[in-house]
């Protein structure tokens, strides 16, 4: 199982940015899809998931400005994150964790940099 990300980078605070993850080697129907982020000096912690039914979570650090999707048909999850700010700062992982197994993968991390 292989999962690439790509969509980061630096952005201006207010701006914008689009996460992908693409998945191969895998069900990617039958797995939950969350992306977390971890900044220097801090733990990872989740941004949000998706699971292969549709139910979507949030941390409540995001709600309102990220929004998590999926594309079953591509094998993509995407983060849209709007209004950034320089505390969403940090490396972007996806996860894909198939929900009858529960094997979990990890993608290699994008960094997302908001600032001025």
């Known amino acids: 199982v292989q999962l690439v990300e790509s969509g980061g980078g630096l952005v201006q605070p207010g701006g914008s940015l689009r996460l992908s993850c693409a998945a191969s080697g895998t069900i990617f129907r039958l797995h939950t899809v969350g992306w977390y982020r971890q900044a220097p000096g801090k733990q990872r912690e989740l941004v949000a998931e998706?699971?292969?039914?549709?139910?979507?979570n949030y941390a409540d650090s995001v709600k309102g400005r990220f929004t998590i999707s999926r594309d079953n048909a591509k094998n993509t999850g995407y983060l849209q994150m709007n209004s950034l700010k320089p505390e969403d700062t940090a490396v972007y992982y996806c996860?894909?964790?198939?929900?009858?197994?529960?094997?979990?993968?990890w993608g290699q991390g994008t960094q997302v940099t908001v600032s001025s």
């Open positions: 996860n894909s964790r198939n929900e009858i197994s529960l094997y979990s993968y």
């Open positions: 998706i699971t292969s039914g549709d139910s979507i």
